[in-house]
């Protein structure tokens, strides 16, 4: 990863869409596996265009991390949100669930 890193601030100003899926419907699609990317990838692409600069950069740096440090990340968003689904991510059950989604955006994004 750079030196530069995500913070729980900057999840926090998205933390809204989180709240979107509820912990039930998230907790099934963790174990499903499921790809989220491919299910939303015509949004996904419309959005990229509208990114700026910093949003940018933040998402490379996510894209450039390891699932560890994203998930550590997590589990300090939950301890200072008590946001259940921040918990969910932050299990190692989760970590496949999101190594596979970050692979399949990277996809997206270098295209």
Do not use: C, W
Request: charged share 30%; net charge positive; glycine share 2%.
């Amino acid at each position: 990863m750079s030196e530069e890193k995500i913070t729980y601030e900057d999840i926090q100003r998205y933390e809204f869409v989180l709240g979107k899926v509820p912990s039930l419907l998230l907790g099934t699609m963790i174990r499903r596996n499921s790809n989220l990317i491919s299910k939303f990838e015509s949004t996904i692409v419309s959005r990229l265009d509208t990114l700026n600069e910093t949003q940018k950069r933040q998402l490379d740096i996510i894209l450039n991390s390891e699932v560890s440090e994203i998930q550590a990340l997590l589990k300090e968003a939950y301890d200072k949100s008590g946001k259940k689904q921040y918990k969910q991510l932050s299990e190692p059950k989760a970590a496949k669930f999101i190594e596979s989604n970050l692979a399949e955006l990277k996809k997206i994004v270098e295209k």
